[in-house]
């Protein structure tokens, strides 16, 4: 038996994630990463990890797993209906399967396994960055996923009590960003008085918004700048877009306000059609 | 130096230009600032991330600007040479928008002595500056779809060299086979910022 997960099904999309690639910006590589970092750590401290060990990143649930050895595995982030495992260590024996329904709330589940995700590291991570391409590739039926030795004791509980990811509408914190002044004082009230919706085209890279159009005071380019996740960057369409995990090093668009870096974590978890709400 | 705020985690320091950028990126990595985790230099700003649970806006704005910008260029960066063979789809293009030969193009592009200012666009692309005279190139008008790895463009006032296939509207003069970005080297980018480059014609 080896110590092995086998996916039989990856749902719309599973990748596997860790902490991601800090340090290489410079190099023009992106962090990438889980989009929920705290529930990625949470899952692997559930099963005695490191806090950034690699996880699976199941969106919209439909990941099917088999276990080819005796394994300990936790679940975090969107509940996905028909996992033991949320929020709690579980023992997935030889053979068994764990299978993660569609969420009523939340879009991501981490799948966390103790001696965490063993695939080869890419830059000193095992994130895949749907952005430049780097890191194991999309989670396809069929692959074997090696699983580490497990590395620290279990933790002494059997459950955390977390709340679910809400549906509805969310409100996080937004600081001011770099080019606020590149927008009119009606851009800056909207941006945190008025609903924004997530639509469909969002992803891993950001969270595209749809709402009032931000008019700016100042035309011409911006030639391109360093930014990092929770930057609310608008294009001349005035759509601002929440730059999530995948990121862009650099970006040519002005980046109104950033919603403050611990509540970049809740955004991960809304689905199209969620209304965010900034307030400062 | 204007500092401009960018959240909880992150700190934008915007200066006159690349010399300014090159200087102040040089002291930021040969005395790091303490719980900063990236230094991203880019044409006219410098992005520094810090690790909110080590530090704070406040105090890395501090530590900033008590750095000592370095003298940009004419350090003792690394030297990379880079054979190009000259037979790129834009040269002629490129050799009419400067008002000279395909020839000259290539004398220019090879006497030039170029630094790498900052990479962005795609892991490992370098925007190289020149450290003579300014270079002025429109990008093309439509980008290409496809543009190979190893293909060596212009475009405004820097050169570079594409890391891998991808889409692209710099105009292109050549190609070289020197992988400027390798997963398996260490550093995987060989066109980093700081380091100072020379094309060699190798048609």
Redesign the interface.
Known sequence: MSRTLTVLAAGPLTTVQDAGR????????G?SGACDRAAARLANRLVGNDPDAAVLEATLGGLVLRADADLVVATTGARGPGSPAHHAPVRLAAGARLALGVPDTGLRTYVAVRGGIAVAP??GSRSTDLL?G?GPPVLRPGDVLPVGAAAGPMPGVDLVPVADPPGGEVTVRV?????ADWFTPDAAAALTGTPWTVTAESNRIGLRLAGVGLQRVRAGEL??????R??LQVPPSGQPVLVLADT???GGYP?I??????DVDRCGQLRPGQTLRLRR | MRV???????L?V?LDGLEEVLGL?AAL?EEPVDGV???????????L?LD?ALTSPAAVEQAVRRARPRPGRGGPGERVELPVVYDGADLADVAAALGVEPAEVVRRHTATAWTVA?????????YLTPDGEPWDVPRRRTPRTRVPAGAVGLAGPFSGVYPRESPGGWQLVGRTDVAVFD?SRD???LL??GVRVRFVDAS
């Open positions: 800090p340090g290489l910006g410079a190099l023009g590589v962090r890419v830059l430049s780097l600081l001011p960003g770099p080019r030639a391109s700048e360093g930014m990092v929770g930057a862009p090093v650099t980046v306000g950033y919603v403050a870096d611990d | 401009l705020p960018s959240g909880s985690a992150a934008l915007e990126y990595t985790v990236d230094v991203v230099p880019a044409a006219r700003t410098v992005l991330v909110p900052f990479c962005g666009f795609a892991p490992g692309f370098g997963l550093p995987a980018a980093r910022p």
